[in-house]
């Protein structure tokens, strides 16, 4: 017997620079798994976020989609991998190989190479695991201190070692499936008739392109409940759409581009053109996929990456001070007072109110479909002009003063609906002997403190509402309303210990409490994991998809070689060659990058409809939302670019 | 003794659903008997490659049986097939057809390495046929760095080390000047009458084919004609000649 082990490892040597890229995205593909896997491990991140159910399900969730998805990288990448050696597993079959033996072979080489990505991809995991949970501590906490122990994670090395190996074994397997597909007689002419030439429908591309623009219109919707509602028809449009231009429609826009003569004759574009639909068929669907992949990728490290950006400015827009809290002052102030001063931090501001109410008759009115109506239990907190400004002074929003005319009211509504303040202005407000007409409408900064709707009227009214008990201080069901302090601090945001210790003071004594540190922290958690699983599902896709692309086109070199001979001497030269080689790759880089970006760019407008407008304060937030997005496409489309001259230099080899 | 026996074979490209079908062999029967070397000819598109696929057992007949020695292959499994060929089967393509990964050694012993021989077996074995085709010099190279000529020396050193009982060569001088052209074919009869290798050569070279000791016609996928070389080569060669002008044939 001829020892299948050797001829394995002189395989791969003699295929050593076709199997550095294969090793290298095997390992990378090991690096992830344990990393995630470690950090589900570690101490300190399962102390921070683990505790949590939702957290854990939507950590859980990641992983299994990145698992599913790298097997499937895998396995497609390795039956590319054997295609490309065609030739060569063919002449084992010629003289006498048995397809199981080659199999066995196969499974040698791949359990080999796998084995030894294996080892580096989880020492290398092992390695950078201090980093990648500094990472995603880092950006998930909003003081994180602690110094992370640099430990081995036995239970992700364990699991990992476990998965690749059952992955190994399927690709083993998957691997058999393609060899014995092989026909030895394919080995003289596999470069003749390999594949067959598809002219495309007409039907498909108008089809396609029907479907991809009805759920960009649906996504572009201004109303914010018809894009939720149609969210699910969104993507099967989209997706549908998608894979018909790439099976139908691509190969008809390239058979337009071959009638229009004057283009096609040129030398560059018959061969590249003919050589690109004729290879359309067995990469159409990859293609199709990485589109996809590419726009849910993009859309999700965008979003990410934009809510991140819009955390802090979120907070204030929520809870507008550094803390407040209602009820129970003479207990809690002055050890409130005694914690600043035991943390050695300065007091900026501070103001005590009381509380009032009010509800005056008011017409319910009617928006989108759902009514708001005015009463008892749906009532007013209202203010005195002086009174409001001067609790919007100690806010962090840096709001100008309002003024109210006497016979006037502002009106503020915490909820942003579309339409509302056209409804809501000028209608009046009746108090048992006096009436008010609405004049102003504001959707931010309101300061409701537990209710719904808030009033801002001018000092004199406000006076003479008190006086004749349209203002009380009671609530609806006869309890007398708290006082309400609020405060200013320095550095509201940093100091972890300080926050603890308000929170243990205010906990249980106070009618109700908040702190901007306590919903900054919240937010950052759930956004900040966000970012990162977007972050990390992102580069795990980019590269993945990048390198599958990679795989399909060394496989298409192998048999795309014998035509460059042919070319070369009926007279092609090496200028011309060049030309030709790029004309032929780019486009399979270039077409579902854009693609991806564009319904990405869609997918953004929706998501901007939807959250982003209510969370960044600018006039077109989707400006905002697009250049942060931009940041990202850039980076898509230079790991592409990098892949592209990667595969173009491999390619030109090849043909050479 | 009789080495190969084709009994009707025809062979039918393109799918059985298409419109386009096409016969390269139609109920073709013949008989080879060990120690002979056969031309096959006939103008491009006869069917010659198809036909040497089969006995070959590259391709599968359509319809009708093969016998190589003494066993029916028409029935056989992939795998069963993979066997048959390394036992029974050398092969000489056009283009060579060696693993430009491999050193011409590796490339040589790949079919004793696949049947399981020993490593000193196939040391020795390897050692008297290079030594015999004049290639000890260059086994440690590789396949792109020796001359063409030399790539089909070592191919036919692959095609004769397992001991073939029949050896298949579908052009062999196609791709080599006339000199190597003229080595290659001296090789063969060397091959032929000192191995008593049994030996079928597809060519279209006159030249080529004046080498053999009979040559089978090919047109339109049937048997035209078969020629017997006598005492006079000269005689045979013009014989040849005559022959191909009326198949129309080109002699390049
Ligand atoms: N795989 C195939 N599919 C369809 N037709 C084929 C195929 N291979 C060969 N043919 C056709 O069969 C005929 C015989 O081909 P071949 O045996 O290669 O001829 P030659 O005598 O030149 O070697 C030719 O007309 C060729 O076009
Ligand atoms: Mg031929």
Known sequence: MIKLSTLAIRNIKRNFKRYVMYFFSLSFSVFTAYSFLALLENEQVSNAFIYDDRYRALLLVFGIIIMVFVMFFLISSNNSFIRARKKEISTYSLFGMTNRKI???LFIETMIVGLIALALGIGVGIFLSKLTAMILLDISLVSFTGDIRFNIAHKAVYITTLIFLAIFCLMGLSGLRVINKFELIDLFKADKMAESNSEGSIIALILSLLLIGAGYYLAIQE?????????????????????LFFWGGLSKVLHLIKKNKGRHYKAINLISISMFSHRIKSIASTMATIAVLSAVATTAIATGFTLYRSIEKNVYD??????????????????VYKAFERHKIKILDEYTTQRYKCSPDMEPIIIEGREITFDQENYFRVYSESEYNRL???????LKPVHIKPGEAMFGYPNMIKGLESKINGKLLKFSNQTLKITAVTQKNILAFGAVYTLVLNDSDFDALYRSGDIVVIDPYGEPLDKVTVFKFENPLKFRDLNVKLVQILEGKTGSYRTAYNHYSESLETFGLVCFIGFFMSVVFILMTASLLYFKQIMAAEEE????KMLRKIGMDMQVEKKVIVKRLFPVFLIPLVVGIIHSIFAMKAADTVIFSYMIPVENSYLTVLSYSGVMYGVYALVYGIFYFITKGQYSRIVK | MQILKAENISKVYGSKKGSKQYMALRNISFEVDEGEFIGVMGPSGSGKTTLLNILGSIDKPTTG??????????????DQLAIHRVKKIGFIFQDYNLLETMTLKENIILPLAIAGYKAQVMESKLHTFAKDLGIMRILDKYPYEVSGGEQQRAAACRALITNPKLILADEPTGNLDSKSGKDLLELLTFINSEYRATILMVTHDVFAASYCQKIMFIRDGEIYNELYAGDDKKQFFDSIIDVMSVLGGEAI
């Open chain 1, 392 to 398: 919007n002074s100690v806010a962090r929003l840096n």
């Open chain 1, 318 to 335: 929520t809870v507008r001070f550094d803390m407040y809290f209602y009820g129970g002052q003479e207990e809690v102030l002055d050890d």
């Open chain 2, 65 to 78: 049986r093969l016998i190589v020695d003494g066993r029916d292959i028409t029935g056989l499994s992939k």
């Open chain 1, 223 to 243: 109303d914010s409940f018809l894009v939720v509602g149609a969210s699910i028809p969104i993507l099967v449009l989209v997706i549908s759409g998608t894979y």
């Open chain 1, 103 to 105: 199999g066995k072979l």
């Open chain 1, 561 to 564: 070689g014998h035509q460059y």
